[in-house]
């Protein structure tokens, strides 16, 4: 590797300026440029000083240089930076191609922290990013000064200063959020507290003194900066707060306290821009930072909080009566609605709300305001759906304030369930009073009145499973009936989209309370609104109609437990699965919509109800579904669509397939010119669908049929070295790779005879890498399966030396596992005499030296499970029956013993599930969908292949297997298998239940 050539100041300035060029081969020269000498040492060095030039015509320079001295710090200070393994072999080359020298380090970490205190704050963001990232691994262990540095600058009378050195130290600090707790976290945790906490109080308190003096003096330049670093205190509190209340903020509960206090009641009509609607204010912001803080303390129950829950509850209350209906207001509302949410469902707070008076005022002033729909809610449904959808659907994250108003509901139905039903039934009632007089100009009221609805009916419910429990005191159905079903029968679909859209969502929620008839009634209505102009109408309807396809209902006990069946199956779908097809194919092929998601995962999920049915459609879909693939191939953007989309696709090659497996031709016919199209393309993104797909296909070719043209011709470039390089190709090729060997290994070997070397440069690359030895030793296993013995044998031995050499340099618990399983496939398959003469080939004695420190230990420790664990079992036995150099010397009788043991510790334990060989269940309600790292797709997933279908029972075998041996040297073996339960007496009574279940004895 070539030593990185280190660039003077004016090469630099030159280069970084050329990287700004608006020609596209100027910047890409500029930039291989910067890459070609980022490793030098003095490279970061010569930055760092560019960045501190104070020349007026560096101005964009600057901050380029910045940003670069950024992306080094995020790709080449750490290893793990960049989320990878950093004992990851291929990681650990990327880091090196950019680690910062270590030269360099100490310089930059002594003068970065001055360096942002006197850059503008443009330049001093970028900065301030790079100090949270070398700190996410060097503080504060590596970096001791960093802390005093930051504490320093917290006096300056530069405000931009002071806020750069806060957000700064918040986004260091944020790392003690959300995380588990452990010594080391609150060894940093407290290493922070003893040196920040009284800065940072005496900081805050300095602060809020000042309010006053300039607030009463209108400066609004000196407030601005104020109030910002207030919000930036409030976010760094909550961050040394989040794990547990410090001794030193419980000694100092007051003075946050009273600051918390006057921030919420703080006003000032001259920082606030009555123009603007959607931006918070400097005020807003710090209020929401406050409540959160507040929102924490009362989750955590602390007793020194609770003499201030009062007052907050009333501030907090009383911001909520004036906080307006503009959407930059919603961050406030919905911050303070869970504060009082939290409050009013904990029994210990009962007192503060129980007052029907209060409860009847929540409802009118709060819940009622916050669930209306808003102009700009009506905006939002017609020019920005996926991001009304996003805040609306069931199950979204995304905090909305009809969504807080209605947990604000649910926490008083906790406490208050007669009486917030009785409240909350009379509102739905006035309100739908209010609709019946004027429909025309009062529909918002019925929205309100349905979500009133959901916010007191539901007492539990999942995403993914909808309402378990409904309050009794609701009658759900009743309600449906009168006021939810005319919306969804009301055929003109211009009529109350908005309405129609909140009655689908009903549905939906409900689904589980919903009987198999009333669901067989409600389809037709809900295709009908696949129909709808309105984009969040017609996807609620296919997002509704997913999860009534998921939807179970208990059928009786089977062997101790419930079966469950499907309310909407194969049967009750078919009569409507044309119109079904038709109207979600309907909003896919529209192009002037965006890429629909829920549509997508609703035409998976019905082609996989659909089962057998989908040969009468088969056709028609497939050419839909490759329409799709070729429109998203060009620009993929939507990953749950594409994912969706590819699903799909394996769930039409299963079903039909499954009925008949030489409808595989026709796939073939039809999605090879598409597939062989996205890797032409080189579509990055979809590469590891087609792969996958191209397997599936592949695994249900008939028996004998050979590979055929297509995939022979598929295959020499599968073992192009650029191809295995994207590491989300990896899992998806290997298993390709393993699907070509079990359908014509020596079809293969024939036609190309050079593949099987080609094949083993996969596994070494595999194997070299931590996070690919699974899918190294999957291929390994497939070879040993499915390629004739006399074709890999010559370089079995190269193969061992690679296993062993990876295991001397990293013997990890996972690895070991995976070389124990090859090995007992291997005795499995071809005996142990070929296990011992090949390992003894390498070093005498190998063989029976890896069996006793590594076989036999990770067995005792780790026991497998189902595929493995039945190899084991037959591996095993061959050992114990067919290996007389394991009863050679007394160091080979105790490994003979130590393999009984372990034999008989898998055959009787409950957890090896030797009689379910896979642990696929039921997968018609699985939740499925995108990863970043790696998407495997569900319905294309390969059936486990039992290496030894001969053996129907591996325990009987271990047993009738044994018991030949006994019976031929009576009474040698007996003590040896004693010898081996010595350390557990109970395999003892396992082996005699076994024999007894075999038909057999060992006496």
């Not at 009555?274 to 209020?287: A, R, T």
Request: proline fraction near 5%; charged fraction near 20%.
């Amino acid at each position: 590797m070539t030593a990185a050539t280190a660039l003077s100041q004016d090469q630099l300035r030159d280069i970084l300026s050329r990287s700004l060029s608006p020609d596209a081969a100027a910047r890409q020269h500029a930039e291989n440029a910067l890459l070609a000498s980022q490793t030098a040492p003095g490279h970061c060095i010569t930055v760092l000083r560019l960045v501190a030039s104070n020349e007026a015509a560096d101005g964009p320079v600057r901050q380029a240089a910045a940003v670069h001295f950024k992306n080094m710090v995020k790709k080449g200070w750490a290893p793990n930076s960049g989320g990878a393994h950093g004992d990851d072999h291929d990681a650990d080359a990327e880091f090196r191609k950019h680690a910062v020298p270590a030269q360099d380090r100490d310089v930059i970490k002594n003068h970065l922290v001055e360096l942002m205190c006197t850059v503008p704050p443009q330049i001093q963001v970028q900065l301030g990013e790079s100090i949270s990232l070398i700190a996410a691994s060097d503080f504060p262990s590596q970096w001791d000064n960093l802390l005093p540095d930051l504490i320093s600058r917290l006096d300056n009378r530069d405000w931009s200063v002071v806020n750069g050195v806060l957000v700064t130290a918040n986004s260091i600090f944020k790392r003690f959020r959300y995380v588990q707790r452990s010594d080391a976290l609150y060894k940093d945790i407290l290493y922070v507290l003893h040196r920040f906490q009284e800065p940072l109080t005496e900081l805050f308190k300095a602060i809020n003194a000042q309010l006053d003096a300039f607030t009463a003096g209108n400066n609004v330049a000196e407030l601005r900066p104020r109030l910002a670093a207030l919000r930036t205190i409030c976010r760094i509190f909550y961050s040394l707060n989040y794990q547990d209340l410090p001794e030193y903020f419980e000694d100092h509960m007051e003075e946050w306290m009273a600051g918390f206090a006057k921030h919420l009641e703080y006003v000032n009509p001259h920082l606030e821009d009555s123009d603007e609607e959607n931006e918070p204010g400097p005020i807003d912001v710090l209020q929401v930072a406050v409540i959160q803080n507040l929102y924490l303390y009362a989750n955590k129950d602390e007793e020194p909080f609770l003499p201030y829950l009062a007052k907050f509850t009333t501030l907090v209350w009383n911001l909520l009566l004036r906080v307006s209906q503009l959407p930059k207001h919603d961050a406030l509302a919905t911050t303070g609605i869970r504060f009082l949410s939290s409050l009013v469902g904990k029994l210990m707070h009962r007192e503060l709300f129980q007052e029907e008076a209060t409860l009847r005022e929540i409802f009118a002033r709060i819940v009622i305001p916050n669930l209306m729909i808003r102009e700009v809610d009506e905006e939002r449904f017609e020019d920005n759906p996926q991001e009304f959808i996003l805040s609306d659907m069931e199950g979204s994250d995304t905090e909305s304030r009809r969504k807080c108003a209605q947990e604000l509901l649910r926490a008083m139905c906790r406490q208050f369930e007669p009486q917030t039903t009785q409240i909350c039934s009379e509102h739905v009632s006035q309100m739908l009073a209010s609709f019946h007089a004027d429909a025309a100009n009062q529909w918002r009221n019925k929205d309100v009145a349905i979500h009133l609805m959901l916010g007191i009916s539901i007492k539990t419910e999942s995403a993914q499973y909808g309402v378990s429990q409904v309050n009794e005191g609701v009658n759900v159905m009743e309600f449906f009936s009168s006021h939810v079903l005319t919306e969804l029968q009301e055929p003109n679909m211009t009529v109350r989209p908005m309405v129609k859209a909140t009655s689908i969502k009903f549905v939906s929620i409900f689904r589980n309370q919903f009987t198999k008839q009333h669901l067989e009634a409600l389809l037709p209505l809900l295709i009908a609104h696949l129909g709808s102009p309105d984009v969040v109408v017609h996807t609620y309807a296919a997002a509704a109609m997913e999860k009534i396809l998921t939807c179970k209902v208990d059928s009786g006990t089977q062997g101790g437990t419930i079966s469950k069946v499907p309310k909407i199956g194969r049967a009750e779908l078919n009569p409507v699965l044309n119109q079904l097809f038709t109207g979600l194919f309907s909003i896919v092929d529209n192009v002037d919509l965006d890429e629909n998601e829920y549509v997508m995962k609703c035409i998976m999920r019905a082609s996989n109800v659909a089962r057998d049915d989908l040969l009468q459609v088969v056709q028609v879909v497939l050419e839909k579904l490759t329409a799709a693939l070729a429109r998203v191939a060009k620009n993929p953007k939507n990953p749950q669509y594409n994912h969706y989309l590819f699903e799909s696709i394996a769930v039409l090659i299963r079903s039909v397939c499954t009925i008949d497996a030489a409808h595989t031709t026709a796939f073939e016919n039809f999605l090879f010119p598409p597939f062989q199209d996205v890797l032409q393309k080189e579509v990055a993104e979809f590469t590891p669908y087609v792969f996958q797909l191209l397997a599936q296909i592949l695994e249900f070719r008939p028996e004998g049929a050979g590979l055929g043209a297509a995939y022979t011709a598929l295959f020499p470039p599968l073992l192009s070295p650029t191809l295995w390089e994207c590491k989300g190709n990896i899992p998806a090729l290997t298993r390709l790779l393993i699907a070509y060997l079990s359908k014509g290994a020596s079809e293969i070997l024939v036609q190309q005879p050079n593949s099987l070397l080609g094949i083993l440069g996969v596994f070494q690359k595999l194997i070299s890498s931590q996070a690919n030895e699974q899918y190294a030793f999957d291929l390994l296993r497939a070879i040993v399966m499915y390629v004739p013995q006399e074709a890999f044998m010559p370089r079995f031995k190269d193969v061992l030396q690679i296993i062993l050499t990876k295991m001397q340099k990293k013997k990890t618990e996972k690895l070991v596992g995976l070389i124990s399983h090859f090995f007992a496939l291997f005795v499995g398959k071809f005996g142990p005499q070929a296990y011992f003469e090949q390992l003894n080939l390498l070093q005498n004695g190998l063989g029976l030296n890896i069996l006793a420190h590594v076989w036999i230990p990770r067995l005792l420790f780790a026991p497998p499970t189902r595929l493995e664990a039945k190899t084991q079992i037959v591996g095993l036995t061959k050992l114990l029956c067919e290996t007389p150099v394991l009863l050679a010397d007394a160091n080979a009788q105790n490994i003979w013993s130590q393999i009984v043991c372990c034999a008989v510790k898998i055959v009787a334990s409950p957890d090896s599930h030797l009689d379910s060989l896979s642990a696929d269940g039921d997968d018609d309600d699985v939740e499925i969908g995108y990863d970043a790292t790696y998407s495997v797709l569900h319905f294309a997933a390969r059936p486990a292949r039992d290496p030894f279908p001969d053996v129907p029972d591996a325990s009987i075998m271990l047993a009738q297997s044994l018991h030949r041996l006994c019976a031929s040297h009576p009474g040698r073996f007996t003590p040896l298998i004693q010898k081996g339960f010595e350390s557990d007496p109970k395999l003892g009574a396992g082996l005699e239940s076994l024999c007894l279940r075999a038909g057999v004895s060992l006496s």
